[in-house]
C-alpha cells in the first residue's frame, strides 16, 4: 500500500492541526506536543506507548493524550496501518470546556488513555467529513462535534488526576528551564545546579519523571516550535536555525524522527 498523507491546516481553525495517513509505516521516536492530541485507528494495528504502559490499538480505537506526555504510536509487526490525529491549543480546548460544568478542568482530571466507543468514533468521522467538505459552516460543525466528543469523555474516561504532586521541586524547575531557552545550548552543570542534584541523580530522576532525558526532552521542545514556525510560512532552513541547531541535516532527522514527515512535506499545504 502506498503511503498517502494529507495535512489540515485552516485560516478558519487556529485552534486546530490535523493529519491523515493511510499505508504507514512510520515510526516515531518518543515525543511530546504541547497541544492536547486525539488520534484514531482507520485500518491496521499499532502499539500506543505512554506512561511505561504499551497497548495494542486497532480500527475504531481512539487515543487521547495529553499536552506534555510522553509517548509513542507506532505499527505493530512492521505492517502499514492508517489513522488521523487532530492536534488542539489547550488554551483554546481549556476555554471550550470551561463553558460546560461537566467538562470544566476535565483536561486536568484526564489521563492519556484509549477510549473504545463508537459514539466517539461517529465524533470523528463528522468532523472528518466537515473539514474534507470545508463549507460555511465549517467552524461550528468542528466545534460541536469538539464539545460532544469532550462531554463523552467526560462521562466515560474520568480519571484521577496524573498531575505530579510536586509540581514545584527541582525536576520541574529543570523542566521549565529547558522550555523557557530550548534553543540556547545548556549544559548538564546548569541544569544539575538547578535541580539541586548531581548530573546522574538529574539523568536518572528526570527520565523516570518525565519519559525522556533532559537533553531529549530539549530537542523535542525544538520540533515543537519549529513545527510552530513553519505552519506560519518559514523555510526549513530558517527554521532549524531559529530553534538552535547547528545544521538542517542534524534538523532534518531530529523532525523526521518525531512528526514521520521531512520539514519540507509538513509545511506543505
Given at each position: 500500500m502506498t503511503l498517502l498523507q494529507h495535512f489540515w491546516h485552516t485560516p478558519e481553525l487556529p485552534f486546530l492541526e490535523g493529519r491523515r495517513a493511510t499505508g504507514s509505516l512510520s515510526c516515531y521516536a518518543?515525543?511530546?506536543?504541547?497541544s492536547f492530541s486525539i488520534g484514531i485507528v482507520d485500518g491496521g494495528q499499532s502499539v500506543f506507548s505512554v506512561a511505561g504502559r504499551s497497548t495494542a490499538i486497532v480500527p475504531?480505537?481512539?487515543?487521547?493524550v495529553r499536552a506534555g506526555d510522553v509517548h509513542s504510536c507506532n505499527p505493530a509487526e512492521l505492517q502499514s496501518w492508517s489513522y488521523r490525529m487532530f492536534h488542539l491549543d489547550v488554551h483554546w480546548l481549556t476555554r471550550l470546556l470551561a463553558e460546560t460544568p461537566s467538562t470544566r478542568g476535565l483536561l486536568q482530571r484526564m489521563d492519556s488513555q484509549v477510549l473504545h466507543s463508537a459514539s466517539a468514533v461517529q465524533l470523528l468521522d463528522r468532523m472528518t467529513a466537515a473539514l474534507d467538505a470545508h463549507h460555511a459552516g465549517l467552524q461550528a460543525d468542528v466545534i460541536t462535534c469538539l464539545h460532544e466528543l469532550m462531554l463523552l469523555c467526560a462521562e466515560t474516561c474520568a480519571g484521577e488526576s496524573a498531575m505530579a504532586a510536586g509540581d514545584s521541586d527541582g525536576l520541574q524547575a529543570v523542566h521549565d528551564f529547558l522550555l523557557a531557552h530550548c534553543r540556547e545550548r545548556i549544559t548538564l552543570d546548569t541544569l544539575a545546579a538547578i535541580a539541586g542534584i548531581s548530573r546522574y541523580q538529574l539523568i536518572r530522576q528526570f527520565n523516570r519523571r518525565f519519559g525522556m532525558t533532559p537533553h531529549a526532552l530539549q530537542l523535542d521542545m525544538k520540533?515543537?516550535?519549529a513545527r510552530v514556525l513553519l505552519r506560519q510560512g518559514a523555510s526549513a532552513a530558517d527554521a532549524a536555525?531559529?530553534?538552535?541547531?547547528?545544521?538542517?541535516s542534524h534538523f532534518h532527522r531530529v523532525f523526521k524522527s518525531r512528526v514521520a514527515v521531512t520539514p519540507l512535506q509538513y509545511a506543505r499545504p
Open positions: 518518543p515525543h511530546t506536543h504541547d475504531g480505537d481512539v487515543v487521547l520540533i515543537r516550535q536555525y531559529d530553534t538552535g541547531f547547528a545544521d538542517q
